[in-house]
């Protein structure tokens, strides 16, 4: 033993912990009022303290004589083996041990039901100390009641853990659930914990399902206001937050954000009613238009939308006019409105004034891929468009005959634009810009 380091303070505990034997723990109990522990109350060392950590050691390590328990009884044995020096701990000392064994990430080790069955004696040891007295008894400002009533309520957040019999979703792997239901387990309902709990669920793509259930089981023993709503308006505004100030490549972010979306859509088509996509939709909408992000986010950010979430004619439109707003940005003196948008007209209306002010070929380009994002909104046809566009390209560019045939072997331009435009080159007839009157 290093009789120096234990004798400036330091890290007492430390020091005497692996020479503790059953032999010698009473004498130095003893002996604890004359070694100082900076960690412990008055900078004194304890009897408590030692016969604490003598505890530890003989549960969770053995005496060496035996191996250690495969079962519950096993375990019964073990802990009854540390009883002469639990009777001999207070009721921090005792709370102590029990965050360092059965509460503990090592304690993990142990299943389940065998924690809550020797927390229960834990519990029952406690209260025999307070001379039968009940929780209720001493909650409040007493010391005793601190210490009591956390073990009663770790006591009553693993029994609820057990009630729930969370099942692993098939999209979760099976280390990434026993991780999960290891921090749940430790969580004790302490709020932030659940919470960091929680939202590492949600970002994942966790069933939302599942996640309500943890908040359920979680809420049973310290009540909360935290729903999956509000978790998932978290993870998605603090992830576009971080999108909008990223300094890298923000691929990392946008997957996030669709694991988030791509989670909710799954929970709709189960007829889940937690989230819909029109919140989703609220929260993720006003950040396709701002121009903070760049364009290439804000059509991530639309693509994702219109990928993902199951969206009414409304919304729809709304989408629309935010990929509209996307592709004009600083590219023309028009803004794009909800009733430009909303109609064959509006749209038909808009093309036209757009078409009228662009004057470089870098703008028709950008009415090209304003008409191609038109172009899978079924509703609204826009042949006419698409040839009074190949007609302008014509007027400006040199070798206008081949820019005109490469383009209008895109895929995305319709099929009676790309037949007419190469049956009129192949007749000699020139290209007007105008579809055959049917």
């Known amino acids: 033993m290093d009789y120096k380091t234990l004798m400036t303070g330091e890290d ?13 723990v009473h004498l130095i109990a003893k002996l604890a009022a004359k070694i100082p522990c900076k960690a412990c109350d008055n900078g004194i060392l304890t009897s408590e303290v030692v016969f604490r950590v003598f505890a530890e050691k003989l549960f969770m390590t053995g005496d060496g004589k035996q191996s250690e328990p495969q079962d519950m009884d096993g375990w019964i044995e073990r802990l009854t083996a540390c009883g002469e ?27 389940l039901s065998t924690r809550i069955e020797l927390l229960g004696r834990l519990v029952k040891l406690w209260r025999r100390a307070l001379n039968g007295a009940s929780s209720a008894e001493v909650t409040g400002s007493s010391e005793e009641g601190r210490h009591g009533v956390a073990m009663e309520m770790a006591l009553e957040h693993l029994r609820s853990v057990r009630t729930a019999a969370l099942k692993r979703p ?28 929680c939202s590492k669920m949600v970002s994942s793509g966790l069933s939302l399902d599942v996640v309500d259930k943890v908040l359920d089981v979680t809420h049973k023993v310290q009540p909360h206001t935290m729903s999956v709503f509000s978790l998932v308006q978290e993870a998605l505004t ?3 937050e971080e999108l909008r100030h990223t300094d890298s490549e923000p691929q990392d ?70 990929q509209t707003q996307s592709i004009l940005l600083n590219q023309f003196a028009v803004e794009a409105t909800l009733d430009h948008v909303s109609s064959a007209q509006g749209r038909t209306a808009l093309f036209t ?15 090209e891929c304003l ?62 810009g105008c579809l055959p009157t049917r």
Not at 12 to 24: D, E, H, I
Not at 91 to 109: I, N, R, V, Y
Not at 184 to 197: G, H, I
Request: hydrophobic residues 40%; proline residues 3%; negative net charge.
């Open 12 to 24: 007492s505990v430390s020091v005497l912990r692996p020479v503790l034997l059953a032999t010698n």
């Open 85 to 111: 020096y639990l009777n001999q701990l207070g009721h921090m000392e005792l709370h102590t041990f029990a965050e360092t064994t059965l509460l503990s990430p090592e304690g993990l080790k142990l299943p």
């Open 170 to 197: 098939q999209e979760c792997s099976e280390k990434q659930w026993s991780s999960f239901m290891n921090e749940l387990e430790l969580s004790f309902s302490q709020r932030d914990e659940v919470y960091a709990l």
């Open 238 to 240: 603090q992830a576009l």
């Open 253 to 322: 972010v946008l997957r996030k954000i669709e694991t988030v979306i791509s989670s909710v859509r799954h929970h709709e088509q189960e007829s889940g009613r937690l989230v819909s996509s029109g919140q989703v939709l609220a929260i993720i909408r006003p950040h396709c238009s701002d121009g903070s992000h760049t364009v290439d986010t804000r059509r991530a950010l639309l693509h994702m939308i219109e990928k993902h979430l199951t969206l009414g004619e409304d919304d729809l439109n709304l989408l629309i006019l935010y």
């Open 353 to 367: 004034t757009l078409l009228r002010q662009a004057t470089t070929l870098d703008q028709l380009q950008v009415l």
């Open 371 to 432: 008409l191609e994002t038109w172009a899978e909104d079924s509703r609204f046809p826009v042949q006419e468009s698409w040839c009074e566009l190949m007609e302008a390209m014509s007027s400006v560019v040199e070798g206008a005959t081949h820019v005109i045939l490469a383009r209008a072997g895109r895929s995305h331009v319709p099929e009676e634009v790309r037949l007419f435009i190469h049956s009129a080159q192949e007749e000699g007839e020139g290209f007007d």
